[in-house]
């Protein structure tokens, strides 16, 4: 089992960056495929980004390639999100995920709240 804890998120004005990290506990980290996903307000949970357990592998939402990096330092046991060029649209709770099977995700954060003014 794995504990995952997210961190960074915040209020920031539109165009602006911000750093999410998820910090994991329990069994190694580098064992788990990794994601992160987002709730924005009254709508469903929506995929992000998601990185493989080496880090050499990444696919991302369509609307955030380009903006929005992810990232992660097994050796720290954290994975990492990297957002700029934020937009109001990117409002939402951001929770990250870890799975045994890319595409699958067996354990959750309790997300980080990241609002985006116009």
């Known amino acids: 089992q794995v504990r995952l804890v997210e961190s960074g998120g915040g209020l920031v004005q539109a165009g602006g960056s911000l750093r999410l990290s998820c910090a994991a506990s329990?069994?190694?980290?580098?064992?788990?495929?990794m994601g992160w996903f987002r709730q924005p307000p009254e709508k469903e949970r929506e995929f992000v980004a998601a990185?493989?357990?080496?880090?050499?592998?990444?696919r991302y939402k369509a609307s955030v390639q380009g903006r929005f990096t992810i990232s992660r330092d097994n050796a720290k046991n954290t994975l990492y999100l990297q957002m700029n060029s934020l937009k109001p649209e990117d409002t939402a709770v951001y929770y990250c995920a870890a799975g045994v099977k890319l595409g699958s995700y067996d354990y959750w954060g309790q997300g980080t709240q990241v609002a985006v003014s116009s």
């Open positions: 329990g069994r190694t980290f580098s064992s788990y495929h």
């Open positions: 990185i493989d357990w080496s880090g050499g592998s990444a």
